[in-house]
């Protein structure tokens, strides 16, 4: 073999042995495929994941809106005087005195919106057929996978305000219940807010605001006695 033929074969040799090499180096289709699964496995357990804490984020922003909003309210009504005509609605009012807490918003003079788009309702009654003058926050929401949650938080925020409260009423799917504020409580065994534990609050929600009526609004009531402050 002489000098140019060695090299001619060294040269396609070396060529033939790259060539052999490429596919190597590469990924084949399956592979790629199981690749790209496990990125959407993981992307999707990601994005759930996110959901649930930007879920649980805005029910405990949530949460927090609804005490400022009811010690606002508080504040409020003992600046009064009571000099208010039979049925009165504070909405306007409030919105003036920056009263309502961010990501809430005024719809109309008889309504207010919360984080959950639920109508809020700051009323004072004084109709003939009562024997007393009330204000109340009437909270109203449709039947969603929210809605427990919601009267859970709303129940457990009046608890703790239960000092002030003269009676939270529920009205749901399954009828309606009532409990009273702390100077209400004219017995150890009356139906008091105050002594509603953990479970009591999330039987009484899982009970009224039934998963049977997709139709059906529910009101929470958190009542005051407005002539205390008269």
């Keep these: 073999m002489n000098l140019f033929k060695f090299f001619s074969f060294s040269f396609h040799a070396h060529n033939e042995r790259r060539q ?5 180096c590469g990924r084949s289709m399956v592979e790629m495929l199981g690749v790209l699964a496990i990125i959407g496995v993981l992307s999707v357990g990601a994005m759930s994941g996110y959901s649930k804490a930007m879920l649980k984020y805005k029910l405990n922003k949530y949460t927090e ?5 009811i010690n606002n309210f508080i504040i409020f009504r003992q600046s009064l005087g009571y000099t208010v005509g039979e049925r009165t609605y504070y909405a306007t009012i409030l919105q003036k005195l920056n009263l309502i807490p ?33 204000d109340g ?6 039947n969603s996978p929210r809605s427990s949650e919601i009267c859970q938080i709303l129940v457990q925020t009046a608890k703790v305000n239960s000092s002030f409260i003269w009676m939270l009423y529920l009205q749901g799917s399954k009828g309606y219940y009532y ?4 100077n209400y409580c004219d017995t150890p065994s009356a139906n008091c807010l105050r002594n509603l534990s953990v479970d009591d609050i999330y039987n009484l929600c899982y009970t009224y605001i039934g998963k049977d009526a997709s139709e059906y609004r529910y009101q929470i009531a958190i009542v005051f006695k407005s002539d205390e402050y008269i």
């Design 20 to 24: 052999a090499d490429v596919p190597l």
């Design 65 to 69: 809106n609804v005490n400022l909003f």
């Design 102 to 134: 961010d990501g809430w918003r005024y719809k109309d003079s008889k309504n207010l919106s919360d984080d959950f788009g639920n109508n809020v309702i700051p009323v004072h009654d004084n109709r003939a057929d009562t024997s007393f003058n009330h």
């Design 137 to 142: 926050i009437v909270f109203v929401f449709d």
């Design 179 to 182: 409990t009273y504020g702390d």
